[in-house]
């Protein structure tokens, strides 16, 4: 499993329930596997789905931190989420 892990999600287009439910399975994954980064594609920077998959991260006790990806490599679309 480890070595078909992809460190990117790309969850741009979907419903926020089914984006939701996308990232809890890959962050647990991400956390089993020991992965110290991991990042989310979601679109534009101020869509509904990046204010829902925020608020959901707050929740997750394995998470570090959180922020927008550098301007360079697509600024407020993304999410970079370091684990502990």
């Known amino acids: ?3 078909n ?3 990117d999600i790309d969850v741009r ?3 926020g329930d ?3 439910n996308a990232i809890t399975y890959f962050i647990d994954d991400a956390i089993l596997l020991g992965m110290a980064r991991v990042r989310i594609l979601h ?3 101020n869509g509904i789905l990046r204010t829902l998959i925020r608020q959901y991260l ?3 006790p394995g998470i ?3 922020k927008d990806e550098h301007v360079q490599f697509g600024g407020a679309g993304i999410t970079v989420v ?3």
């Open 13 to 15: 287009g979907m419903r």
């Open 64 to 66: 570090k931190s959180f």
């Open 82 to 84: 370091d684990l502990t």
């Open 1 to 3: 499993k480890k070595l």
């Open 18 to 20: 089914e984006a939701i």
């Open 5 to 7: 892990f992809k460190q």
């Open 58 to 60: 707050h929740t997750i």
């Open 43 to 45: 679109g534009t920077g």
